[in-house]
């Protein structure tokens, strides 16, 4: 594993609060990196002129935050900030964030998951161009409080802490298969291994229920990542995603403990244990969750861009955790 970093990233856990840009007064954009959790950075809002969006989020504001150190702050309680239509924001830079070097090249970093016979299930999927990225860009996600921002807030160079980032689409918020990808997910990457991944990676997961059931999916799944809804499931059907009736005749490694009756009864076994808790879900809730023929896919960012992808083909199908630690480069 490569030297760790101090640098915290956008959202990097339920530990620490998200990056807000600087004033736009700083000096022109430049790739650099954050500052130490440790050293607070004073922030300006942004207007959200850069976009249009739908009424449900025309009261989006960005917000005014501190950043403090890790295991201080729910990520949640301070959203993003919003991008606006001037671009000039920069980084405060620190020695204690290594990026890759200026000949740093994409096609020979994916160079070698292409020989590696272990890694045959890395091969991606046809991704996005940039029209479809473009298309996606306005397209709201919600927090759970319901304050929305624009999807392509968490990958435009301009406003992104890092340089990459993997955004994990999810299922609906009660499935059983996708809380145990997350759970898996969770323990295979820690607070340590993210902050030692090589180049500086932002994980965020986004499911297509309603957002203020996001509290309780944090309590399914333990996940310290930072989770967005996407209720129209407009994002999933743009960005490839499909419908599917198909439950998987494959039992993948991240649910290798649990058979599909199993899966089925869990999932009752928790929305009905989650009705008695006072602070659990209601009976409305049960059909709030989102579409469960909706399937994911998770796509891994880089510098604006898609640079690999993989769509589920049923509902147990999402990328092995071990393919996305190589991916990240936290195993050889």
Sequence with gaps: ???????????????????????????????TSNTSPTSPTSTTNMSASHYSKPSSASTMQSSHTTNTAPSSVDVDSHPPATPSHDKDVSILSSPACSFPPSDY??????????SDPDLSAARSDDCPD????????????????GTAQPFGSLYDPAYALHQRQLVLFVRHF?????????????????KEDYFGIPVPTSIFVIGCGKPDLIPQYKKFTGCPFPIFADPSRALFKKLG???????GSKRPEYMADISAPSWLYGQATTIRKSLKDPEGIRKRDIVRGGNPMQIGGEFLFDEGE???????????????VAVLRKLLELDE
């Design 174 to 190: 009660y499935c059983g298969a996708c809380q145990a990808y997350l759970q898996a997910l969770s323990q295979a990457i820690t």
């Design 1 to 31: 594993m490569s030297e760790m970093r101090s640098v915290s990233p956008v959202g990097a856990s339920r530990f620490e609060r998200p990056y807000a840009p600087p004033s736009r007064a700083a000096s022109k954009k430049t790739r």
């Design 306 to 320: 898609v640079v690999w992808c993989h769509r589920m083909r049923n509902y147990r199908n999402h990328a092995e």
């Design 241 to 247: 995603m499909a419908v599917s009736m198909n439950i």
């Design 105 to 114: 090249d994409t096609d020979d970093w994916f160079a070698r998951f292409r």
């Design 130 to 145: 940039r029209a479809t990225l473009a298309a996606v860009y306005d397209l709201p996600i919600y927090q759970a409080d």
